[in-house]
């Protein structure tokens, strides 16, 4: 990391430490919140930088930065996202500042720069799961999303496009967890209500073999997704069609040279670049 993107992501120059192992992630997201912070099997840790020590500490209240482990059942799932949050940046997507930090055993963690705060101002955020009314966040689909995008945002036009580029993204990429939660609504003031930046970019189709292609609806499908779904999609939400996938038009070879660089296991390189190669050519993308 050099020392422009260390003060943009601490406003410091240099890393900071985490004085702390793997295994004491668990037990101080238990102290601090009394469970487990994120649904599934990885646990997550507020942490602030105390720049007189250098450091990056657990913090119940005020955290500016969010740090996400490595997790015994799925592993590499910080490089994993590390790695897909980097190729959503070099397409224009907008995501948080975000880089891998190595914990006291030199296991490295997933450290994300919170978007909902400015200079310690909580910036109010929803996600689609509760501005739908929804309990379970894999009940829904990208019409509904759009069309409540619509009705909030104050850029409307704007915002649906990057929401469906997001859409597609999360499928060139196998991340079949995108679920409601996945896609949030910042209300920065009464006049600057936006679309979120995008966050939880996993490819999960890496972690799990059978995993689908969505995990909300598209064209009332989850699964056996082609273009002809992402195009009705993209007529309901009224996305001209020159801006539909341009984004994703021959980028191959620059997804293939930030996976090669990634800390992600050589030998699951090749898989997830077979796996964005299979869904480029059901979008019928050049590469």
């Known amino acids: 990391m050099n020392e422009k993107f260390l003060k943009e992501m601490f406003n410091f120059s ?44 657990p913090v119940a209240e005020g955290g ?26 070099n397409l224009n997507i907008d995501v948080p500042l975000h880089c891998l930090v190595p914990l006291k055993d030199n296991s490295l963690a997933y450290v994300v720069k919170r978007f909902d705060r400015k200079k310690s101002i909580k910036i109010h955020q929803e996600d689609f799961a509760q501005i739908l009314g929804q309990t379970d966040k894999y009940k829904g689909s990208a019409e509904q999303i759009g069309r409540k995008l619509k009705e909030i945002s104050s850029a409307p ?23 409601l939660k996945n896609y949030s609504i910042s209300y920065r003031d009464k006049d600057n209500i936006r679309l979120a930046p995008a966050y939880d970019i996993v490819c999960s189709k890496l972690v799990l073999s059978d995993e689908g292609d969505s995990a909300i609806t598209i064209n009332g499908k989850k699964n056996s ?31 293939r040279k930030i996976i090669d660089s990634s800390s992600i296991a050589k030998e699951k390189q090749q898989r997830f670049l077979e796996i964005i ?3 480029l050519i059901r979008l019928k993308l050049p590469k």
């Open 14 to 57: 240099k890393c900071p430490v985490i004085d702390f192992n793997l295994q004491d992630v668990s037990q101080k997201a238990q102290k601090l919140t009394g469970k487990f912070s994120i649904s599934g099997v990885q646990p997550k840790l507020s942490v602030k930088l105390d720049k007189k020590q250098s450091i990056l500490i």
């Open 64 to 89: 500016e930065y969010i740090l996400k482990p490595q997790t015994p059942a799925f592993p590499n799932i910080p490089e994993n996202e590390q790695c897909c949050m980097d190729i959503a940046e």
């Open 157 to 179: 036009g704007y915002d649906t496009q990057l929401f469906f580029e997001r859409v597609i993204l999360n499928f060139i990429l196998g991340n079949g967890d995108a679920h």
């Open 225 to 255: 997704l082609k273009i002809e779904d992402f195009n009705k999609l993209a007529v309901y939400l009224n996305i001209p069609l020159k801006v539909r996938y341009e984004k994703f038009e021959n980028k191959f070879n620059t997804m």
């Open 277 to 279: 190669e299979e869904r």
